[in-house]
């Protein structure tokens, strides 16, 4: 598919409606997010790395994280030879970590390929990982001025109640739908402006609770508002019990300086972050060979549950704290000028901000830094 066929992939025969998008044009001049750190400058890298950055995150949170990735990576050359570490730690407690992992691996791939810089079609940027269709109508839109549409969460739910479209969006159906839709009501110019306004509408007036009807420059036509069905739309996803997991996680501190943590695999939940030792459960690692060959049973002293939510479960970690002796540490993991080994390592407590480290496992030791101190 060449990005001109997808322009119009599903548009109508008619002309798109002017009004909807002078309307949000007009209102995004005067009300529209206009000092994101984003848009000063507005190039291809940052609008990037600010849309994966907004995948499943608000723009409070990331703002400070965004300020941050640029300052130490300023161009997609220096995130293509970053140490992959530096990239997970910067990233650190914004979560879906594939994203950080994705986007390096799009990094290498635009140097080896596009000259170190994000190509402007859409089927090279769908081609890249962690780029989706929205994702790359963005960037299309916001930093190349091209014709594309997006469809994230909050442009969903503007297309979904002013044109009083029921049904689950995630559903294949209503999704087209909504990107035909998404791809008509785009104006002939204004690209950038009105890309930033219909998420803007999304995020601050067409609000999932609390909508301020009485503020949106499309109330007057807007399907949802007129037959009461505001609260009712978009369809929310049909309800499903998550599964629950547990685990057992090994907190083996040397010294009161030193944790001792386990590279996860990847691809995986936390996948290439540094966490904690983990077990299926408490049995698994009393059972485990260094373990129980080394240590009595009462050395692992029971800390407060963890419990985390992802996506598609939740889990409750139950940590064991052990201290290390120094007669002991090569049980678990590398001696003194070894890095590494096997995956683990021994980190300095005072160093976490280094790495990347899974949020929940990095208040965990947080915490325990601090009781230390």
């Given at each position: 598919m060449t990005m001109a066929r997808a322009a119009t992939a599903h548009s109508p025969a008619s002309e798109p409606l002017p009004a909807f998008a002078s309307r949000l044009l007009a209102w995004h001049a005067k009300h529209g997010r206009h000092d994101l750190p984003w848009q000063q400058p507005r190039d291809p890298y940052r609008v990037w790395l600010?849309?994966?950055?907004?995948?499943?995150?608000?723009?409070?949170?990331?703002?400070?994280?965004?300020l941050r990735f640029v300052d130490?990576?300023?161009?997609?050359?220096?995130?293509?030879?970053a140490p992959a570490d530096q990239v997970m730690a910067l990233w650190s407690g914004l979560g879906y970590y594939s994203r950080a992992r994705?986007?390096?691996?799009a990094a290498r791939l635009c140097v080896e390929h596009h000259g170190g810089e994000l190509p402007a079609d859409l089927d090279a940027l769908m081609a890249l990982p962690g780029i989706g269709r929205s994702t790359a109508g963005?960037?299309?839109?916001?930093?190349?001025?091209?014709?594309?549409?997006?469809?994230?969460?909050?442009?969903?739910?503007?297309?979904?109640?002013?044109?009083?479209?029921?049904?689950?969006?995630?559903?294949?159906?209503?999704?087209l739908?909504?990107?035909?839709?998404?791809?008509?009501?785009?104006?002939?110019?204004?690209?950038?402006?009105?890309?930033?306004?219909?998420?803007?509408?999304?995020?601050?007036?067409?609000?999932?609770?609390?909508?301020?009807?009485?503020?949106?420059?499309?109330?007057?036509?807007?399907?949802?508002?007129?037959?009461?069905?505001?609260?009712?739309?978009?369809?929310?996803?049909p309800r499903r019990t998550l599964p629950q997991r547990s685990a057992a996680w090994l907190v083996a501190v040397h010294d009161s300086r030193r944790v001792l943590l386990h590279r996860r695999p990847s691809?995986?939940?936390?996948?290439?972050?540094?966490?904690?030792?983990?077990?299926?459960?408490?049995?698994?690692?009393?059972?485990?060979?260094?373990?129980g060959t080394t240590f009595p049973p009462p050395a692992l002293v029971p800390?407060?549950?963890?419990?985390?939510?992802f996506t598609h479960y939740a889990l409750t970690a139950?940590?064991?704290?052990?201290?290390?002796?120094?007669?002991?540490?090569?049980?678990?993991?590398?001696?003194?000028?070894?890095?590494?080994?096997?995956?683990?390592?021994?980190?300095?407590?005072?160093?976490?901000?280094?790495i990347g480290i899974p949020q929940p496992v990095r208040r965990l030791l947080t915490g325990l830094r601090l009781r230390e101190d």
């Open positions: 600010s849309e994966i950055m907004l995948q499943q995150t608000q723009v409070a949170t990331v703002t400070g994280y965004f130490a990576l300023p161009t997609l050359p220096a995130l293509a030879r994705n986007l390096q691996r963005a960037i299309l839109s916001q930093a190349f001025g091209l014709r594309a549409p997006i469809l994230d969460g909050n442009v969903k739910r503007v297309l979904c109640r002013s044109h009083g479209i029921d049904g689950f969006p995630g559903q294949r159906a209503i999704e739908h909504l990107w035909w839709l998404a791809d008509a009501l785009l104006p002939p110019s204004q690209l950038a402006d009105y890309t930033q306004a219909i998420m803007d509408l999304g995020a601050t007036v067409c609000t999932r609770a609390r909508p301020e009807c009485g503020n949106c420059p499309l109330r007057d036509d807007c399907v949802a508002l007129a037959t009461g069905r505001v609260a009712e739309l978009p369809t929310p996803r691809p995986g939940i936390w996948g290439g972050l540094w966490s904690l030792p983990e077990f299926p459960d408490e049995s698994s690692l009393r059972g485990d060979r260094a373990l800390m407060p549950a963890v419990r985390h939510v139950q940590p064991f704290r052990l201290d290390i002796g120094e007669d002991q540490v090569h049980v678990f993991a590398p001696g003194p000028g070894v890095a590494e080994q096997d995956g683990c390592r021994w980190h300095p407590l005072d160093e976490l901000a280094s």
